[in-house]
């Protein structure tokens, strides 16, 4: 288990950390098997998409903020955060990603984001890396 | 292998299921490694959130609902529950989460909820345990 | 460690791969554990849902291109494709699934489904089987 901490600067913001969890397949030396990636927060999640072009992660957080609007949530009365928790809870706190020959079985345009939905914040990224047996 | 199982009692219900995992992870004994939480229904789904106020569950429910219309859909014409299957597709049935210490390794805020687009139902969670080797 | 490949024809589509994810996993002979399901494309997604009447994979097709408009973000500028990557990010690259008494735990109208949201192409889902241990 390894923990990768971020810093966003934003209220929303997608952070890459595919190369953090590179570096943690690698230093496991584990050839076959898989990695999970955990937020461990209630309004930030874990997705994988293109980083190739950045502006996709604005794209996606544009998206969701177009689909749950602020403000009229029961939760906004205590925290003013629902739609924060809400998007979380579309987006999904974990993915598990193959690891093959010692590397993340991603493709081509694929890379690991923690997505923060209510920056900006200290976030935690949680990473377990477990052999094929 | 464990299973809990859950009756609903309304069409939409948030049901959590965090303290039934725990025991399942503390009885494995297992100390580092993940715990896989899994709804075997299409109209089902997991997921993580918070519960410290329970409001959320509903505020996840509701966005839901006005994001899937009701009873426009193909499916509708044979099951009358096409928003249900669509819901469950949005959430998704598994979320896999770190063991670290014999405990999971969730955020302060975060529970563990099943949810139940189709209620009221019986509606079970199989929760895996894997040690890291 | 193994893949599927599949080849869409249309622009937006569902292919159940449940029959080749059971055929590895009773190769494997891993009898408890889990099964991880991924997609390594930043345009496709998994999701779990019912395939005993094939029009669900339409509504949900079609429930996600409802809520996400074409043509109107940025990185429709360079691709074309937003809306594509959008629904892979909520659709999510992974579903892990328990394996009991050498089957997949799935529910009785639970399919397992590579959502192709840029197609027609040629797609990959990697599927790997990790034992109890």
Request: with cysteine; aromatic share 4%.
């Amino acid at each position: 288990m390894a923990v990768i901490t971020v810093s966003t600067s934003k209220r929303y913001e997608l952070v890459d950390v595919t190369e953090d969890v590179r570096v943690i397949v690698k230093e496991s030396g584990v050839k076959e098997g898989l990695c999970n990636v955990y937020a461990p927060h209630a309004t930030a999640a874990i997705t994988i998409n293109e980083n190739a072009d950045p502006n996709i992660r604005d794209d996606i957080s544009d998206a969701l903020s177009q689909l749950i609007k602020e403000g009229c949530w029961r939760h906004d009365r205590i925290d003013n955060n629902a739609a924060s928790h809400i998007k979380a809870a579309i987006v999904g706190a974990s993915e598990t990603i193959p690891i093959v020959n010692g590397e993340l079985a991603m493709g081509t345009w694929q890379d690991i984001f923690i997505c923060d939905f209510d920056g900006p914040r200290t976030r935690k990224v949680i990473v377990t890396v477990l052999p094929k047996s």
